[in-house]
Structures are given as C-alpha cells and as structure tokens.
C-alpha cells in the first residue's frame, strides 16, 4: 500500500494532534483576556493559584527523584530507546496536568465574573477552560506516541523496535498518573473532609465561608486532584492504548503491513482529535440548559469520529485484513469488521455515561434512597450507600462484557484493541467535561468568599451542580476505558512472551488455572487491588486530622476569625496538606511497579494470574467506590436542596457523614485505581527480560 496516509500517516496524526495544541493557546488566550473579576476575586484566585504551582512543583520534584532511577534500571534492562521514551512519556504527562491545571485556577474567577451575565457566558468560559486541559491531553499524548516513533524510524530502527520502544513512554506516562491520582487525591479529600468536619459540622459555617481556614486549601484540592489528576490518568490511558494496539497490530499481521497497523491507531486518534475540537466549538446554550449543551458537543464529536474512522480504516487497513493477517483463522476479518469495532469503542462511552449518571445523579432512585435513608440515621445512610455503590458494578461490567464479546467475535484481540482505541478518541471532550467540574466549583466558592450578589450565586451553584455529576461520569469512564485498555496490554504481555519464551517452553500451558502458580497469582492481584486502596484512604484520614487539628488551633487562638476582624492563615492550611500528601503518595504509588516485579523473577504463570487479578478486582472496585461516593455526595446536595427536612436537618447530617465517607472512595482511591491496574500490565512487559520461565 502506497497512498498517502501509509507513507505520511505519522505526519497526518502529528498535524491533528498540533491542531489540538493551537487550539489550547488561542482558547487560553481568549480566556485570559476576559475580565478576572473585582480585587477580591483576584486575590481568591490568586491564592488558589499559588497553592496549586506550590503543590505540584514539590509533587514533580519528588516523582524526579524516583524517575531517574528507573529510567537507569530500565537503559540496563532494556535498551535506551525504551528509558529515553520513559522520561518522554513522564515529562508530557506532567506537562499536560501543569498547563491544564494552571489553565483552569486562571478560568474560575472569570467564571465567576462572566456568570453577572447569566448561564451562557458562564457556561462558555467554564466549558472552554476545561477544553484546554482535555485537547491538551490527546493532543501531547499522539505528539508523544506519533513524534517518537517517527523519530525511531527515521535513526533505522525497525516497526517492532520503535513500537516495543514506546512501551517505555507508556510506563512514564503511567507513572506519573498514579502519583497525580494519589496526590491529587489525597490533598482533596484531606482539605475537604478537614474544611467539612471543623467548619460546617463544628462551626456551623458555609462551606465555601472565607472564615474557614481551609476554604483554600479545598479549592486548591478540586483542581490538583479533579483537574491535574484526571488530566495525568487519561493521558497515560490514552498513550498506553495507542502503544498497546500498535504492538498487537504489529505481532497479529504480516510483517509486509507493519507499517499500516502502527499508524492506523495513531490516525484514528488524529481524526478524533478534529472531531473534538469540532465537538468543544459547539458547546453553547441561549438558555439555562447546562446538561445537555454540554453533551451535544460529545454527541457531535462522536457521530463525526464514527463517519471518519470507516475511510481511514479502508484506506489503512484495507489491503492488510486481506492478505496480512499471520493468523489464518483470522482471515475472514474485512474493513467493515474492524470499523464495525470502532462504533463499538464509541456506543461503549455513551452506555458507561448514561449508567455512572443513573447511579449518581440527584434525578434517579439510587440517590434518592440514599437520601431517604438519611432519614433514620447515620447507619442506615452508609448501609444504603454500600449497596448502592455494590450494585452499581453490575451494569458498566455487562458493557464492557459484551464489548469484548462484541469486537473479539469481529476481529479477535486486535478487534478489542480497536474498540478501545475508539472509546479513548474522544477522550478530550471527557476531560473536558472533567475540568469543567473544578473550574465551576472554584467559581461559586469565589463567588461565595468574594460576596457577589445572589443572582451571581443562582449562576454558579447550577453550574456546579452539573459539573459534579459530570465529573462522576468522566471517573465511569476512566474506569472501564482502563480496564479494556488493560485486557489488550495483558494481550501484548502474552504476545511479547512467545518472542522471549526460551526454546521448548510450552506456550499452549501459560496461565492455566489448575496451576496453583496462576491461583496464587491471582490471589496476589486482588490483594494489591484491596491494599492499595486501604493504604489511600487510610492516607486521606491521617491527613485529614492533620487538616482538622490545624483548622480547630486556628478557631481557638484566633477568635476574631468567626466574628470577621481577623483573616485565617490558608497558607499554613494548604502548606500543611501538601506536605502530608506528598508523604503518603509514595507507598501505595510503589505496589504496582515492585510487586509483579517481586512475583515475575519468581513465576511467569504467577505474573500472568497476577495481572488477570489486579484487572477484574481493580473493575469492580474502582467503580464501586466512584459511584458510590457519588451517590453519597448528591444525596447530600439532594437534602440540601429541601428534601427530607433540607439543611440542619438529622437527615442533612447524616448526608454529610455519608459524603465525607464517599469522598476518598470517588476522588482518592477508586480513581487511583485506574493507573494502578495499567501500570502493573506495562511493568510486567518490561520485566520479561528477567521473568522466570
């Protein structure tokens, strides 16, 4: 095949994902030349900004230290491509959560400022802010996979070569993602369990009352964790996918059309990319409704990305699912079959929304039979909320069940890899829709702090009323794209163990499960899974006293602060927090890179079970606790509205114990879970060199 998207289809991926970078500045450009608001906004702002730089700058500082390292063990393990491509994958990854973050702590006050004008100019500069961090995720992300391996191929390496060398760029991203989750994570829920506890529990304040020491702090946390952390995550998912289906592309084909199937995902990505910022462009409302502008431009974005992928999978694949499948059972695959995978990816996104959305939005029976049962006690609010966040597995496992079911019965693994491949094209409208949450939090909170009038505040609160259950579907999302992004590495780890098996080793035997070696694997996987979280969570408690202790000092040495004649100290606040996160991301971040390599150099089949494990656990535990502290979180927001005797009432606190139970379940621990489950599969990838046959 010899047209122009064989010979120039990394050039035509890194022409799309530029398109997203221009987009970023002139969005950023746009955004920053409107008005930030009156003093007192900008000294709010101000503030939220320099506690964000001041955590993520230490937070880099520390993930630098551990980086080097690895990127010295990976040079002797591997090769120099590989650590080089690390450290690529590691600094775009930071990059992308700094400058989206920076972005959005830039666009809340402006938020709050344009919401004088009502819900569409609010709704405009909010939704656009948030577009900067998720076209800049997609965008650096193919730069990253496409540039580097254009870059491989031009020194003389060979397809396979440069695709196993972005394994390591895979990994850097990975890396930096499961520290942003954990981080980010655990300095959220720390300042907002701590700013909940001692201010509306104790002191009987608004949450986002100026005389709460730990208002900034909190404020701080929505960006570093919801903004930064989910930018990181879906960064590296995206990468990794890309790498992942590039790598079975190449070992599934004949070698003739290697080139053909590496490019294809990076084209596929490329399309989606224009489909996106077409998608973000049409984002707008004349009216007040906030939900459905915001999903029209995802619908868009879609239907356009469905229509495009069957012209590039013809033209990139089409001689290829000929002539080039190696495996021969595979040789009924056609265009249509792999395109076919692709509308699978993308009906895969839109099922997993509408179900994270039934099971956390405030409109359907799961919140409110969390909410009801606020009636009769703090008890019987956490029962309700368990179950609810149980039972929410059930539907997102059956989608992704049939979607496997779906693209294996199409195409085989490689069929799987497309889909998800797919479902991670739109991936910059999600993260979109993600920042969009933050940014309109921080905008009422300022709005709040900064005494704007009512009609500013009947704005706002809207507005963040939907970006919390956007947020909630993004995490749905994130959740079952890692999961299948996981099953295509597994695919690749076996595939890349049959090139490494020394000669003799009985392939056909891999992973069997009346092996006690896979058995305890995947007793080993699921244990990672349960013990990373404990870890977590046990982190968002410990720092979260720290948060309370230094807030209650604050209360009693300076009394003035509750009666208005003296200011809170937020920097001791926001200082305190940082460090304390900082502190506790480091051991639970380490269980997912040392225990398959402890588990690898002692059992292939082990690590194989081991991986099995971590994925399906780490499915239903991640989703179980995103939908569930969701729950928790708006059947709070559904009392505090009225319901069931509305604020103040015994339903209202125990809504709140509720939520500040549900809060490290969505934000720390069920969304750290996510790179957690890819960084062990790429780890084992790695390790093969050393892995015990």
Not at 193 to 214: M, Q, T
Not at 395 to 414: C, H, K
Not at 476 to 505: N, R, T
Request: glycine letters at 12%; proline letters at 4%.
């Amino acid at each position: 095949m010899t047209d122009f998207l064989t010979d120039y289809g990394v050039v035509v991926a890194l022409v799309c994902a530029a398109a997203a970078v221009v987009y970023g500045l002139i969005v950023t450009q746009r955004l920053l030349a409107k008005p930030a608001g009156n003093d007192r906004m900008r000294e709010i702002s101000g503030a939220v900004q320099e506690g964000a730089q001041a955590y993520l700058s230490r937070q880099y500082t520390i993930i630098a230290a551990l980086a080097i390292p690895i990127a010295v063990l990976l040079l002797v393990l591997q090769n120099w491509e590989t650590a080089v491509g690390f450290l690529i994958g590691a600094i775009l990854s930071g990059a992308t959560g700094f400058i989206g973050m920076n972005v959005s702590v830039r666009a809340n006050s402006r938020v709050a400022e344009a919401a004088r004008g009502g819900v569409p100019p609010a709704l405009d500069v909010a939704f656009k802010g948030g577009s900067v961090t998720g076209l800049l995720v997609v965008g650096l992300a193919l730069i990253g996979v496409a540039g580097y391996y254009g870059f491989l191929l031009l020194i003389g390496s060979t397809d396979k070569e440069a695709v196993d060398a972005l394994i390591g760029l895979g990994f850097g991203g990975s890396l930096i993602s499961v520290f942003a989750r954990l981080g980010g994570g655990i300095f959220t829920k720390a300042a907002d369990v701590g700013a909940d506890l001692v201010g509306k529990v104790e002191a009987g304040i608004p949450e986002d009352d100026p005389r709460n020491p730990a208002v900034i702090a909190d404020n701080v946390g929505d960006n570093v964790g919801d903004c930064a952390g989910m930018a990181a995550d879906l960064f590296e998912t995206y990468a990794v996918t890309s790498v992942a289906v590039m790598l079975l592309g190449v070992l599934t084909f004949n070698a003739d059309f290697a080139r053909e199937v590496a490019i294809y995902p990076l084209v596929i990505g490329g399309v989606a990319i224009i489909a996106s910022i077409i998608g973000a462009l049409v984002v707008r409302t004349k009216s007040d409704r906030v939900e459905g502008a915001l999903y029209q431009g995802v619908i868009l974005a879609g239907l356009i990305s469905i229509a495009a992928f069957y012209p590039v999978t013809d033209w990139l694949m089409g001689d290829a699912v000929k002539l080039g499948f190696a495996n021969a059972a595979a040789d009924a695959v056609s265009v249509a079959d792999l395109w076919l995978c692709a509308v699978i990816g993308v009906a895969v996104t839109a099922l997993l929304f509408v179900i994270t959305e039934f099971y956390t939005s405030t409109r359907f029976r799961p919140v409110k039979t969390i909410a009801q049962a606020s009636e009769t006690g703090h008890a019987t609010n956490i029962i309700q909320g368990l179950a609810q966040g149980f039972q929410s597995t059930a539907a997102p496992a059956l989608v992704i069940a049939l979607a496997i079911l779906g693209a294996n019965e199409l195409a085989g693994i490689y069929g799987i890899g497309v889909a998800v491949m797919a479902q991670l094209s739109l991936c910059g409208l999600i993260v979109a829709l993600d920042a969009f949450g933050p940014i309109t939090d921080n905008a009422g909170g300022i709005a709040e702090m900064a005494e704007l009038p009512e009609d500013v505040r009947n704005v706002t609160d809207p507005l963040d009323a939907v970006g919390n259950t956007t947020k909630a579907v993004t995490k749905g999302y994130a959740i079952g794209s890692a999961a299948l992004a996981a099953l295509v590495l597994f695919a690749a780890f076996k595939s890349e163990l049959a090139d490494e098996a020394p000669a003799g080793f009985d392939l056909n035997g891999l992973f069997n499960l009346s092996s006690p070696d896979v058995l305890i694997g995947l007793i080993i996987g699921g244990m990672m899974v349960y013990l990373f979280a404990a870890f977590a969570i046990e982190s968002v408690g410990r720092a979260g006293g720290q948060v309370v202790e230094q807030v209650r000092e604050q209360f009693r040495e300076h009394p003035g602060i509750m009666e208005g004649t003296e200011k809170p100290e937020y920097g001791k606040t926001v200082a305190i927090v940082t460090a304390a996160a900082q502190k506790e991301m480091i051991l639970p971040a380490l269980i997912p890179i040392i225990v398959p390599v402890i588990v690898g150099v002692l059992s292939v089949d082990a690590l194989g079970g081991l991986l099995i494990g971590v994925i399906v656990v780490g499915l239903f535990a991640a989703i179980s606790m995103t939908a569930g502290g969701g729950a928790w979180d708006n059947a709070k927001k559904l009392i505090e509205d009225g319901a069931h005797g509305g604020k103040g009432s015994p339903a209202h606190e125990a809504s709140v114990t509720g939520d500040t139970v549900g809060d490290p379940y969505k934000d720390t621990a069920g969304p750290a879970i996510n790179p957690m489950i890819k960084v062990a599969n790429i780890v084992a990838i790695l390790i093969i060199p050393i892995v015990k046959f």
